[in-house]
């Protein structure tokens, strides 16, 4: 079965909402004016976007392995797409271990091994169902995200002190642009990765609409999660190891209404369970793709295998984490996510490939 | 904990190995018979309690020290 239009474009926002775990890296640049960075990365999503959209034009119903072919010739176009597979591998990793240390926090006494093991195995069983059935959760998990980041908005109404934006526009330039960097580069152009479904799509040149939707939604909710947590927790945001978790925790109504915490709990692990399979799913296509191989089905335990594998060995403390989140992280994807994008798309218009597909 | 690894691996392969075995797929057999090689001494390794390297600590590196292009907090 083919993907729609609408559902891609509602997993690609579900694939944004869970940078809701990403915040404290913007925080920890912008503070009070973390909100401008979201704002600027979102319009600096729409030109990478566009680009995709461009690729996606060019090259209808091409996935980026056979892309890479047909702009770079066989062997440099391997290389970058194995360049590729590696980096979607590596967001994997990445987001297992996002995932384990968000579940670990929770529940500290359980073992990161046991938390990775048992998300990576239902992802692994997600993939094993193909991408549609990976797609036809995205509405759902959106639509219920949402409600409930709404609802905790409209319970911590009391809690919310707006001076607590200013002073607004403080900050040396650098920090905007290292802040709307982490942004653009982490998880919102993080949708690149819908190159991977293409082939899947009911219409073969719909990517751009997919990555906009998805870009639009989740900005909008990512924008929210930023400003409601600043106006709430104002400096203390620092401090906290997960933010936006700790400001649900704040909700009390009325001494009844308490620990809903563990609602936004279940929401963020079903996103990640949605990212994670995303990503699951491009890195065993992207794989099966290069090699040239019918069936993808035998890459999947082994794959979930050497995730768990390097991601239990990824970091090993906080501060490196958040080291690598800050300091080195954006460059890292803009290299996959901007750079080689706008070199496929530059190569594929000197050498006339565009009106050549046309 | 390095006593559990065999049994995951075998029961994995068990699943994995043998369509590929009966459809004569050898090209695909090679390539999962390395990925398990590989997978399996990595995960013995680490139950053995020894450290396995980080793809993404090199990957700082290169970035920080060797290209020196990173931000600074």
């Not at chain 1, 913007?26 to 959209?53: G, H, K, N, P």
């Not at chain 1, 089905?297 to 984490?321: C, K, N, P, Q, W």
Request: aromatic share 14%.
């Amino acid at each position: 079965m083919k993907i729609s239009v609408k559902q891609a474009g509602y997993t690609a926002a579900a694939f944004i909402f869970t940078s809701a775990l990403l915040t404290k890296g913007v925080y920890m640049y912008l503070r009070q004016d973390s909100w401008v960075a979201v704002i600027l990365s979102f319009l600096v999503s729409l030109i990478f976007v566009y680009i995709y959209a461009t690729l996606n034009k060019w090259f209808p119903s091409k996935s980026l392995i056979e892309i890479n072919e047909a702009v770079f010739g066989k062997i440099i176009g391997k290389i970058i797409s194995a360049g590729y597979l590696f980096y979607f591998f590596t967001l994997i990793i990445l987001n297992a271990r996002d995932i384990s240390g968000f579940v670990g926090y929770i529940l500290p006494t359980t073992p990161y091994v046991v938390i990775m093991v048992a998300f990576i195995y239902t992802c692994s069983w997600a993939v094993r169902k193909g991408a549609w059935n990976i797609a036809s959760y995205g509405p759902l998990i959106v639509f219920v995200s949402l409600f409930v980041i709404m609802l905790n908005g409209l319970f911590l109404i009391n809690d919310i002190e707006l001076n607590r934006l200013a002073p607004a526009f403080t900050f040396p330039p650098i920090k905007y642009i290292a802040g709307t960097h982490l942004l653009t580069a982490l998880p919102l152009c993080e949708i690149f990765v819908f190159f991977m479904f293409v082939p899947y799509l009911q219409k073969a040149d719909g990517l751009g609409k997919v990555l906009f939707r998805g870009l639009t939604v989740g900005a909008a909710a990512l924008l929210f999660i930023v400003i409601r947590d600043i106006v709430i927790l104002g400096d203390t945001l620092l401090i906290l190891s997960q933010p936006t978790y700790s400001v649900i925790r704040l909700i009390d109504v009325g001494d009844i209404l308490t620990r809903v915490e563990i609602l936004y709990a279940g929401i963020l692990i079903s996103l990640m369970f949605i990212k994670i399979s995303v990503l699951y799913y491009a890195t065993i296509t992207a794989a099966a793709r290069l090699v040239k191989t019918s069936s993808h089905d035998y890459l999947i335990r082994i794959t979930g295998a050497l995730a768990v594998i390097f991601g239990l060995s990824v970091f090993s403390a906080e501060y490196e984490h958040m080291d690598w989140t800050n300091r080195a992280a954006p460059i890292y994807s803009s290299f996959f996510i901007m750079l080689l994008p706008l070199l496929t798309l530059g190569t594929a218009a000197i050498r006339g490939l565009n009106r050549k597909n046309k | 904990m390095a006593f559990v690894i065999f049994p995951v691996f075998a029961l994995m392969a068990l699943f994995d190995f043998p369509k590929l075995i009966n459809d004569k797929r050898s090209r695909e057999i090679k390539l999962l018979s390395a990925l398990y090689i590989i997978a399996f001494a990595l995960a013995f390794m680490q139950a053995l309690g020894m450290e396995i390297p980080s793809l993404i600590k090199w990957i700082r590196d290169v970035i920080l020290d060797v290209l020196k292009i990173g931000y600074s907090l």
